[in-house]
């Protein structure tokens, strides 16, 4: 694997080397040993898959709270998606930026998500599927979300949105009081 940092401290593009021969090849996805090298965590407490059935379906802005909080590695494997995370790490030497990838079934490129960076993806083509492997237990009390389109953070997306849930469409906008524990509804 490639391991590439990202402008987010912490964040990385995680490329394949594949081994190939008339068959096809072989790449290795995840080593818990790379990983550690990397400063990054051990994944996998739970393997999650999103399939989008239109482009321009978004699913995002989200995070989850300590003692809840979610590592993320997202790969696409079918079509294409733009993915993008936010650092809401307070005292983070790079706190609410921003940085957005394509992951592609072609490219087979994954982003290592951090704990306390909220995440989303627009969908580039149709019959889109996204896999993620996360450290943490999916835990309703301490899922948290920001609005896609806030204007504190002013996310960049690629083209326009068709699809959205309710919940997604009104998380909240950045709260600088309540920077990172904005409350519940």
Same mark, same amino acid.
């Given at each position: ?6 402008n ?15 068959r096809?090849?072989?790449?290795r ?7 550690r ?11 999650n ?23 993320k ?7 294409? @998606? ?12 790079t706190?609410?930026q ?10 087979r490129?994954?982003?290592? @998500? ?10 580039l ?10 450290t943490?237990?999916y ?9 896609y ?5 002013g996310?960049d ?12 469409a ?9 920077p ?6």
């Amino acid at each position: 694997m490639k391991f590439t940092e990202t402008n987010c401290a912490g964040a990385w593009i995680i490329d394949l080397e594949p081994i190939g021969d008339d068959r096809g090849f072989f790449s290795r996805t995840f080593c818990r040993d790379e990983f550690r090298a990397h400063g990054m965590k051990d994944m996998t407490a739970q393997c999650n898959m999103s399939f989008n059935h239109k482009a321009g379906t978004l699913r995002g802005m989200h995070y989850q709270l300590p003692p809840a909080s979610e590592t993320k590695l997202v790969r696409c494997t079918r079509g294409a @998606v733009y993915d993008q995370i936010v650092d809401l790490r307070p005292g983070s030497p790079t706190y609410l930026q921003s940085v957005g990838f394509e992951l592609t079934a072609d490219n087979r490129r994954a982003l290592y @998500v951090p704990d306390l960076f909220a995440h989303g993806f627009l969908t580039l083509t149709d019959d889109a599927e996204v896999m993620y492997q996360v450290t943490e237990f999916y835990t309703p009390g301490f899922e948290r979300g920001i609005r896609y389109d806030d204007p504190t953070l002013g996310l960049d997306w690629p083209h326009d949105i068709n699809v959205i849930s309710d919940k997604d469409a009104n998380w909240p906008d950045f709260d600088p009081v309540y920077p990172l524990y904005p409350p519940a509804d």
